[in-house]
């Protein structure tokens, strides 16, 4: 695969790990690969390596050290924070969530109806945006988990979670505010302070990290279950010996990210791009709100099947996704909770953007989408 020029557009259902994350990870494997738990020296130089990349994280985020809890992926870090309401059960079983979360959340959160949890699923407007006013009348004494995700993975729709924070907080005082940022970490600053969430989700596959690796931010005030017992690692919240390694890449990964700012706006001016050439040439419709996370263009090509023009782009080695990662060919139930069509839904493409992608990418996409709409059949 890394022999020949590929035009990768599929950004937020992976990364290509970039350079420091692959530096990091081999030096972890090659010089200190002792187990951060061990007393003598190797143990010690793995801790010290570990405490370092919290410290990175905890700043980056606006976090302090202790607050930063390692896990495998953004799926242990949502059901980590999920699962933890079983032991707030005594203080009431209603959980808030809306219908368009990734199915680690909402797949925990189902889970819990067994358990007697009253589950709210907040619907999204035809943007994908939630409504702080259903959330303002679904909050009460009884709520003791509200999750909301920051961008949709399937949309790039940015939801309102500073307001829902503060909400959240005035009117359920027994309720923890959970944000999966899994789309957003990495791409647009997060300051979990200035947000006003109790936890937080990342994970480092979608910002040039290797996968199998992610974390859980949980405020010095928020107490929660871990999911993993054993050992007590991560301050007794996640058992498992650390994977230094994979933590190191993160901390490469980090370390490599442009100005976040700066970034933004130019993967602003390559959607808008994006936007223009598909709407000006009639080759798709628009699908993700005109203010989402410029790293993902949902789009319909009318008329054609999704996985059609996806394989028909694979084979020119352009490489963009039908839907979400996880939903591998079922029809997206966030484009069908936005009020979209049959038809657009069958049709819809995600275009999801790196810092690494250009307009040249964009234009050579275009020209193979108007030479699939000349060679593949209507659906
Ligand atoms: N949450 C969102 C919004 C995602 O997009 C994803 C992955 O696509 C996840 C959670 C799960 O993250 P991971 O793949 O690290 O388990």
């Known amino acids: 695969m890394g022999c020949f020029h590929i035009i990768y557009l599929d950004n937020s259902a992976t990364t290509k790990p970039c ?3 692959i530096e990091y990870m081999n030096k972890a494997l090659c010089d200190n690969w002792g187990n951060p738990s061990s007393l003598h020296i190797l143990g010690m130089n793995a801790e010290m390596a570990v405490d370092s990349v919290r410290n990175s994280i905890a ?3 606006g976090a302090a050290n202790k607050e930063i809890i390692f896990t495998s992926c953004g799926t242990e870090a949502n059901n980590t924070a999920i699962m933890s309401a079983l032991h707030r059960k005594n203080r009431g079983n209603r959980i808030i969530t809306t219908t368009i ?3 680690s959340v909402l797949q925990a959160v189902n889970s819990l109806e067994k358990f007697g949890f009253e589950i709210i699923r907040l619907k999204p407007d035809g943007n994908g945006i939630i409504s702080l006013c259903d959330l303002e009348n679904a909050l009460n004494d009884k709520t003791v988990l509200v999750s909301i995700m920051l961008v949709n993975n399937e949309t790039g729709a940015i939801e309102p979670i500073k307001q829902a924070c503060e909400l959240t907080h005035r009117l359920a005082k027994n309720a923890f505010f959970h944000c ?9 600053p997060i300051n979990v302070k200035n947000l006003g969430v109790d936890l937080l989700t990342a994970s480092g596959h979608k910002i040039h990290a290797p996968k199998g690796i992610g974390f859980l931010y949980c405020s010095q005030k928020t107490h929660i279950a871990p999911l993993l017992l054993g050992g007590g690692q991560e301050s007794g919240m996640r058992s498992g010996t650390e994977c230094v390694p994979l933590i190191c890449a993160l901390q490469g990964a980090i370390e490599d990210l442009p100005d976040l700012a700066k970034q933004y706006k130019t993967a ?3 959607c808008d791009y994006a936007k223009e050439k598909l709407v000006n040439n009639k080759i798709a419709t628009i699908n993700s709100p005109e203010d989402a996370l410029p790293y993902v263009l949902n789009v319909s090509v009318n008329g054609y099947r999704s996985e059609t023009l996806l394989h028909f782009l694979e084979r020119k080695n352009i490489f963009v996704s039908s839907g979400s990662a996880c939903s591998k060919g079922n029809v997206s139930y966030v484009l069908k909770e936005m009020g979209k069509s049959d038809k657009e839904i069958d049709s819809a493409l995600r275009l999801s953007f790196s810092r690494f992608n250009t ?3 964009i234009d050579v996409l275009i020209e193979q989408l108007i030479s699939a709409t000349k060679t ?3 659906a």
């Open 180 to 188: 999966d940022a899994v789309q957003a970490f990495g791409k647009s």
């Open 101 to 103: 979360e990734h199915p």
């Open 359 to 361: 307009k040249e990418d």
């Open 376 to 378: 593949l059949r209507k």
């Open 19 to 21: 350079g420091k994350a």
């Open 59 to 61: 700043k980056f985020i």
């Open 268 to 270: 602003q001016e390559l």
